[in-house]
């Protein structure tokens, strides 16, 4: 079922292409960033994180790019595959008020075959 | 699978009813979120348990509690329901920064 709203942003790909997501998050005093993964119908899988201290982080085909200045975070997903089709979360945190986590609206990815 | 498990997975109830939402943290994990995600309002944060002790508070309504229990369990009670309450909601468990969310309850109400 759907996960999220009708006004998604989606971002097209062609499979074996490089896909990069944006996120602009809101508090300067956010030192936590975190990405999420939303297949439909399923709860938000965990990516990749990076904390405020750093500006780039990779994983598996996956790349997390901090730019605290203009407080911007995004996500590259190298050659991308059918199964990265899902709709992408970028989210904030501050340790310092707990542990909740602010999300932004999502991005909508499809791959092409 | 994350570990973390919710139950019902679907939920159908009318207007004005009151219903609980379980869910069971990964084996280990403290805390406890519980977050709602509408049409059109994205993914919100309601409220947060640690070790059994609400930690902090995001944009629960009033007519909406949550408890965590010495098992670590936690239930997420809706009352006076309304249409605007249906929603997908999310439980998510946490040992440090990194929450792991569960499947999710889908809420209709009609």
């Known amino acids: 079922g759907e996960s999220v709203g009708l006004h998604l942003p989606t971002l097209s790909v062609q499979e074996g292409d490089n896909s990069i997501i944006n996120c602009a998050y809101s508090n300067s005093a956010s030192d936590y960033f975190i990405w999420y993964k939303q297949e439909s119908g399923k709860g938000p899988q965990f990516i990749i994180d990076i904390r405020s201290n750093m500006d780039k982080r990779q994983g598996q085909r996956v790349t997390v790019l901090l730019n605290k200045t203009v407080k911007h975070l995004s996500l590259q997903i190298a050659a991308t595959q059918p199964g990265d089709s899902a709709v992408y979360f970028c989210a904030e945190n501050i340790k310092a008020a707990g542990n909740k986590l602010t999300f932004g609206g999502g991005t909508r990815v499809l791959v092409k075959p | 699978d994350s570990g973390v498990t919710q139950t019902p997975k679907h939920l159908i109830t009318a207007t004005g009813q009151r219903v609980t939402l379980r869910c069971s943290p990964r084996?280990?994990?403290?805390?406890v979120y519980w977050y709602q995600q509408s049409l059109d309002q994205g993914l919100q944060f309601l409220i947060q348990?640690?070790?059994?002790?609400?930690?902090a508070k995001g944009n629960i309504l009033e007519r909406f509690s949550a408890q965590q229990f010495p098992d670590l369990h936690s239930e997420l009670n809706l009352s006076s329901l309304e249409l605007g309450d249906s929603a997908l909601y999310f439980c998510?468990?946490?040992?440090?920064?990194?929450?792991?969310f569960g499947p999710g309850t889908r809420l209709t109400v009609t």
């Open positions: 348990y640690y070790n059994g002790e609400e930690r």
């Open positions: 998510a468990s946490s040992s440090g920064l990194q929450q792991y």
């Open positions: 084996s280990g994990d403290l805390s």
